[in-house]
């Protein structure tokens, strides 16, 4: 199999994820004053044997730093996937061997590639699939908030996986540094037994621009 035709499964390298945690770690540290889980925000990833999808707004360009820190602070264990418009991936090659594949975006055979492929990564209980809910930026204000098209359909594509909102945001309040907040919100995926299409069309649970303060749950540098 050559490596355009391997998947981010195949593609995956542990030694290179922790590495690249490690660097967005420092990155983070430097650049965000602190990142705050909301108390009633922490995952409830369930009970083991179901993969796991965490879609979220997508308010920065901080959100792969997010997703890299959360997902290894809150959920260990498990291995992340990202997808990530193919263009914008063609200039960060690295990131293939650390869980990010491409999707072609604004075209049917890019949806029909993604379902594939997210399909494929969400047959294995151990992984996860991290997500921009929209497919876009988006301000945290912007109601109702946008669910991409191919995310109620994997919901239906994959009924034995958990999905779980997230909601993220970066406020200054009066500080030069932003701090990094975030939320999880309940399991809206299908329970098994129960008929019916899942629930993440339902939208991504208490917006992150709910948030009024800096109070939250665990304040400390990545």
């Given at each position: 199999m050559t490596a355009a035709a391997?998947?981010?499964v195949e593609l995956f390298s542990p030694a290179r994820f922790g590495f690249f945690r490690f660097i967005f770690g420092r990155f983070a540290a430097k650049h965000l004053r602190a990142i705050r889980l909301a108390a009633w925000g922490?995952?409830?990833p369930g009970p083991p044997g179901s993969p796991l999808v965490i879609y979220a707004n997508h308010p920065s360009w901080w959100d792969g730093v997010a997703f890299m820190i959360l997902s290894t602070e809150l959920l260990p264990g498990r291995r992340m996937f990202i997808p990530m418009d193919a263009e914008a991936l063609a200039r960060y090659g690295f990131m293939r061997r650390i869980g990010v594949f491409g999707v072609e975006a604004h075209s049917a055979r890019g949806a029909v590639g993604f379902l594939r492929t997210a399909q494929a990564v969400l047959s294995d209980p151990g992984h996860m699939l991290w997500m921009n809910a929209p497919g876009r930026f988006c301000d945290?204000?912007?109601r109702p908030v946008p669910?991409?098209?191919g995310l109620v359909r994997l919901a239906e594509l994959a009924p034995n996986a958990r999905f779980l909102p997230l909601a993220i945001e970066y406020p200054f309040w009066?500080?030069?540094?932003a701090e990094m907040l975030a939320g999880f919100g309940p399991h809206r995926g299908r329970d098994p037994g129960r008929a019916g299409p899942a629930a993440?069309?339902?939208g991504p649970g208490p917006g992150a621009?709910?948030?009024h303060g800096p109070a939250g749950?665990?304040?400390h540098r990545p």
């Open positions: 391997e998947g981010p922490a995952p409830q945290v204000r912007e669910i991409a098209p009066t500080e030069r540094s993440a069309r339902r621009g709910g948030h749950r665990g304040c």
